[in-house]
């Protein structure tokens, strides 16, 4: 059975998402690159809504350079983990797994506090001033993806924003839309937490 991979990491590659996009401001991608270098580690909730309006929620826990964890809700047999080096997408249900390079990912972004995005993000006009929107792709890697994420002004959050989620479209046209809630910042994170039961050895079991 062929494993089933969601778009917010699919691949070979995330198709452009249908907006406009212009130059980008300085100032905001500036204030996404402070926020992004300044958040060492994140937990949130997450709900992640498909083309078909499926709706999946689960806990997200971040910690860089590298890594991340999607730990699902309970009914949901699959898990996606970054654990420093490799990303790997795991279904319990069938007994397997994926791995790709982190940085072949287009969460990526989110895990390399080194990363300069002026070189792959461009601002995205969203019409509201309490929000900054950006598309980020690296040119030399179209095969790579595209994502789109969000980002809040808010001053009590690093670097003066809080991301609220990010929007993924697959090769297929899938969409993918992730909404976080309750975002914690800069916590202490155990390497313990991307840690995964292997299932092919361990069907049925994270």
Known sequence: MRLRVPALIAFPALVALSVVVT?????????????????????????????AGKV????????????IR?????SVPILIVGD????????????????WPI??????????????????ATVVPTGNPATIAIDAADPKHPEY?????????????????MLQGWVALD????RTTIRLSNQRFNAAISDGAFQWRDPVRNSGRK
């Open 171 to 174: 090769s297929q046209n899938n």
């Open 56 to 67: 999946l929620t689960g806990a997200l826990t971040l910690k860089k350079p590298g890594k």
């Open 23 to 51: 130059a980008a401001p300085s100032s905001d991608l500036s204030s996404v690159q402070r926020h992004l270098q300044s958040v060492e580690s994140m937990t949130a909730d997450f709900a992640q809504t498909d083309r």
């Open 84 to 99: 420093g080096k490799s990303l790997w997408f795991l279904d319990y249900s069938v007994g397997q797994k994926q791995r």
């Open 145 to 161: 993806g595209r994502i789109s994420m969000v980002f809040a002004r808010n001053a009590a959050a690093p670097g003066g924003l």
């Open 70 to 74: 999607f730990q699902y809700e309970k």
């Open 103 to 120: 940085g072949n990912s287009p969460l990526g972004i989110l895990l390399d506090p080194s990363r300069d995005i002026s070189k792959i």
